[in-house]
């Protein structure tokens, strides 16, 4: 058993992160965006042929489109030097937790460093319709143990 949501971050530091990543050091960068929900999953990945403002851009579009489904988000960030477990954990687990509510929209994006990962930004959404599921769901699993 892991605590798998731990590290809450809010959504404008968030897209704060992203934002500077994208716009200042893209070319450092490449990654994936995954969005796991009820009708399925969608991976958006950062290939070697598509330039930052691309990939925040179609990153920016999933995000919007989120957003009108799920306006309730819970935002943790994941990172090496903290041993946190990995982000595919903590996106399954959302997932799987939340099954009771309906409409949960799980986005995990990934921007890694290409030199090393420092610098690396994983971020997992967790996106609820409303605001009772995202509260219930801090109060359920925030920084507790949670089964694998």
């Not at 050091?25 to 958006?44: F, I």
């Not at 090496?80 to 799980?106: C, E, S």
């Amino acid at each position: 058993m892991a605590i798998l949501f731990k590290t809450v971050i809010d959504e404008n530091t968030a897209f704060e992160l992203i934002g500077n990543a994208l716009s200042n050091h893209g070319t450092e960068y490449d990654g994936y965006l995954n969005v796991v929900a009820d009708e399925g999953e969608q991976t958006l990945s950062w290939g070697p042929n598509m330039h930052a403002e691309q990939f925040q851009a179609e990153v920016t579009e999933i995000f919007r489109a989120t957003w009108d489904i799920c306006r309730f988000w819970v935002v943790y960030e994941r990172r090496d030097d903290r041993r946190d477990p990995a982000a595919n954990d903590i996106r399954n687990a959302a997932f799987k937790v939340t099954r009771a509510y309906d409409g949960v929209v799980v986005v995990t994006l990934s921007l890694l460093g290409k030199r090393d990962d420092t610098d690396d930004i994983e971020l997992i959404f967790v996106c609820f319709r409303e605001d009772p599921q995202r509260r219930n769901f801090r109060v359920r699993f925030e920084g507790k143990f949670i089964p694998a």
